[in-house]
């Protein structure tokens, strides 16, 4: 229940083009497919997810140190 949170915050944070890839590959596309979809490169899909991901882990992380601190 906990982790189903987290993820459900986690998507919450995300901008609208990492979790719309995030959902695509939830929904079994490959990141080759997506890229078609987008117009971008394959390579491109990759590092767009990657840098968002890692984005909105370190404002999920921010707000849970915030928190502690109330």
Avoid: P
């Avoid at 986690?10 to 490959?30: H, N």
């Avoid at 979809?37 to 915030?66: D, M, P």
């Amino acid at each position: 229940m906990h982790n189903r949170l987290i993820l459900e915050t986690l998507l919450k944070l995300m901008d609208a083009d990492t979790r719309r890839i995030y959902c695509w590959r939830l929904e079994g596309y490959s990141e080759f497919q997506i890229a078609k979809r987008l117009g971008i490169n394959r390579s491109a899909v990759s590092v767009r997810f990657a840098l968002g991901f890692k984005e909105a882990a370190k404002e999920l992380l921010r707000g849970k140190r915030g928190s502690k601190r109330k």
